[in-house]
């Protein structure tokens, strides 16, 4: 295992990430990621985006691709609810003499090594997990270990990013955190072209005509603004091709339909079928914005508890999007 020695202290360093992963289609989100990382000035600094978008809309696959298009390493973190400021930064490890040994997070690795960091899925961790990078974030570029006793400055070529979902089970990233992850570069859902060709990269042994079947199925969810993405026509197509393979003959279009009908019902639930027909939407996801409004009544509640009898009769019937953490507890409040 790598180590190096910083003010006296040794750090054990963690291994990068290696994936096949190329960006297809979207030209301009990479563009956007790329020109934030980059310096085009001595005096100039880099940028540390967060890349916004649903989940499996291909958010983690940017930042891979895009690092990789730099030839960069990469250090993937994943954040969880449980993300403690030391796991993002310095852990310390008891070794075998039961020494104690500073294991630095992939993170700080990259920091380092001068490479990439994705802190992938950044709104699932807590504020005080946020705050210890707050230096990072900034044109000071360092983070601090309390439990190492050191301070770890990030390499010239070191750039980060986070991704962020956009759905209910995320905490709201406080303002001051948010104002450092600049600039927002969204993925949206891609065209039709771009997705077929999306899917025949991830699945390069699949039909042509199942692929272009499960493409309009996502394109019409799309449109409905059901939120299928990638990621689930991936699934449905895998899971189809799984469920053929006991056949001794190519899929026949009926076949086709009804294992399409199968792997669907399997992967997302019974409702996605309406899609097709256009009878029915998927629950949309929230946004933040529909988050605030839950909050808002969240906090009424409260307030009626607090300050006397609660009659109960709050309409609360309506589509009930999550306000919950990973942990059951609200989403914190986002101020304007
Ligand atoms: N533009 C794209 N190019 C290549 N693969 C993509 C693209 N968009 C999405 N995917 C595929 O979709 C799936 C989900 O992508 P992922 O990056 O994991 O989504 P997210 O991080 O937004 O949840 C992966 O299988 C990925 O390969
Ligand atoms: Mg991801």
Known sequence: ????????????????????MDWIGQPDVMEQLLAAWATIHEADLPMCPRILGQPGSGKTTLAYAAAKKINKEVYIFQCTADTRPEDLIITPVLGSKQEIRYHASSLVTAMIKGAICILDEGNRMPEKSWASLAPLLDKRRYVESILAGIQV???????????????????????YIGSRLQPKITVTYP???????????????????????????????????????IRDGVNITRFMLKLAAKEDHPMTSDEMKSYFKLATTKVLDE??????????????????????????????LIDKLDHGPFDGDDDDDEDNTGVADARGQPARKKKK
């Open 271 to 300: 409702d996605a079928l309406d899609v097709l027909d256009g009878t029915k939407k998927r629950k949309k996801i929230s946004f933040p914005g529909e988050i605030n409004k839950q909050l808002f009544k969240i906090d009424d």
């Open 191 to 229: 065209s039709r072209e771009n997705e077929i060709a999306i899917l025949k990269y991830n699945i390069p042994f699949a039909q042509k005509e199942i692929i272009e079947y499960v493409v309009d199925f996502l394109q019409k969810a799309h449109k409905a603004d059901a939120a299928y993405s």
């Open 1 to 20: 295992m790598d180590s190096i020695t910083i003010d006296g202290v040794q750090l054990f360093l963690s291994n990068p990430t290696t994936l096949e």
């Open 153 to 175: 400055k990030a390499h010239p070529d070191f750039r980060v990013c986070v991704t962020m979902n956009q759905d209910a089970s995320v905490f709201e990233i406080p303002d």
